[in-house]
């Protein structure tokens, strides 16, 4: 069984602020892909990272792939009160057959940014 | 990205009795999973929904309990059986598209209250 450990777990951060959360895996994965939830809704796909050292943006926030691809970071700059959510990160590993993956979450980080 | 719908969006049942939540899913969607997520909890995979035949199980769910049919590419259920209050939780559809590095769409989710 693939792990996947994110942390921290819980971020309560004023507006402004800069935040980073992590995930790590003694796993190998083909990618890895962060996800944001918000109350009553399912999650969303935010980025997938494929390559080792991949690097990505969406606005304010930088993902980044380990080399090994092994494990992830998220990190949001001048957080704003919309960036409220869980965050999620997922790992994605290829399934016998070679064309479909299966994912296994992080418990996710549930981070509250305070105007 | 992929559309997918389920409902209800939330029911309150009573312990003994069973749900049937449906999914549907455009046709960019190959694979179709049912996830659990228990409150401030990340997402737990039940099974992955086989077009056709049996669905295949994650280790602690099983089909008498979570019986799940998925009779054409576009459409499947999940029925939670003789509920009791530890089955409260949100049920999440999700879909994935072929070669598309294990990305996935979720539906809004489905709360269930069992008291």
């Known amino acids: 069984t693939q792990l996947l450990e994110q942390s921290p777990q819980f971020l309560s951060i004023q507006e402004g602020e800069n935040l980073t959360v992590y995930c790590n895996s003694s796993s190998v994965f083909s990618s890895l892909q962060w996800y944001r939830q918000e109350p009553g809704e399912g999650p969303v796909l935010l980025v997938t990272?494929?390559?080792?050292?991949e690097v990505k943006k969406l606005k304010r926030l930088t993902f980044q792939f380990g080399d090994a691809r092994k494990d992830s970071s998220l990190h949001i700059t001048a957080a704003q009160p919309g960036d409220t959510g869980l965050y999620l990160c997922a790992g994605a590993f290829l399934l016998s057959g070679g064309s479909n993956y299966k994912l296994t979450f992080g418990k996710g980080t549930l981070l509250t940014v305070n105007p | 990205s992929a559309v997918i719908s389920q409902k209800p969006s939330r029911d309150i049942c009573q312990r003994g009795t069973s749900l049937t939540i449906q999914c549907q899913v455009d046709?960019?969607?190959?694979?179709m999973f049912w996830y659990r997520q228990q409150p401030g909890q990340s997402l737990t995979l039940i099974a992955t929904a086989n077009q056709g035949s049996e669905a295949t199980y994650e280790s602690g769910f099983v089909i008498d309990k979570f019986p799940i049919s998925r009779p054409n590419l576009t459409f499947s259920t999940l029925t939670v059986s003789n509920m009791s209050p530890e089955d409260s939780s949100i049920y999440l559809c999700s879909g994935s598209r072929t070669g598309v590095a294990g990305e996935l769409f979720f539906g809004e989710g489905s709360r269930l209250t069992v008291l």
């Open positions: 990272v494929v390559t080792g050292g």
């Open positions: 046709s960019q969607v190959t694979m």
